[in-house]
């Protein structure tokens, strides 16, 4: 949930000028997600596919951070109960 928020602030200022300073917050995103990152880079460079690219980062990008929230969960639970 915390990833789509910050995706939506770093996006705001293509929408909203006063906001662009925020527009940094992109940078954090990429490291963040490196391998969901890869796929929209080739998509973003292509120029034919921006909002493919765009919803890559943010919806995969989101479910990349879900997926290894969860796995952290299950890690976590399994050293518990030994």
Request: net charge positive; with cysteine; hydrophobic share 55%.
């Amino acid at each position: 949930m915390v990833h789509l928020f910050v995706c939506m602030a770093a996006f705001s200022g293509d929408v909203i000028n006063a906001l662009q300073p925020l527009g940094i917050l992109v940078s954090v995103l990429l490291i963040a997600d490196l391998p969901i990152s890869l796929l929209y880079g080739v998509l973003a460079m292509s120029g034919k596919h921006d909002v493919l690219a765009l919803s890559c980062l943010v919806l995969g990008g989101t479910a990349w951070w879900y997926g290894l929230c969860r796995m952290a969960e299950k890690i976590a639970t399994t050293l518990r109960t030994r």
